[in-house]
């Protein structure tokens, strides 16, 4: 079964720098749009961030000019670069489809402490 892996959250202080990576093994779906979705506890899946196999980015409100997605479709990977990061970024970072059709994987978990 396709399931993306995702790695690279921590903790971190607020203002600090985190590059979460993501790679979806046994898919060959480059020409789908790709996302990084954060969940909270008690929450849905909030897309982030999403990438078209073109490159054309798009982001939430709340992290414009702070985050940068980018994909290699030949390895089938996702980055998220996070920067000037605030508490309430705070969550679990999962990769997937946009619109999400795989099964979540185990997720990363970012944590910022103010």
């Known amino acids: 079964q396709v399931q993306p892996v995702e790695s690279g959250g921590g903790l971190v202080q607020a203002g600090g720098s985190l590059r979460l990576s993501c790679v979806i093994a046994g898919s060959s779906r480059s020409v789908n749009t790709m996302g990084w979705y954060r969940q909270t506890p008690g929450e849905q899946h909030e897309l982030v961030a999403s990438?078209?196999?073109?490159?054309?980015?798009n982001y939430g409100d709340s992290v414009k000019g702070r985050f940068t997605i980018s994909r290699d479709n030949a390895k089938n990977t996702v980055s998220l670069q996070m920067n000037s990061l605030k508490s309430e970024d705070t969550g679990v970072y999962y990769c997937?489809?946009?619109?999400?059709?795989?099964?979540w994987g185990q997720g990363t978990q970012v944590t910022v402490s103010s």
């Open positions: 990438i078209r196999s073109g490159g054309i980015t």
């Open positions: 997937n489809f946009f619109p999400a059709f795989l099964s």
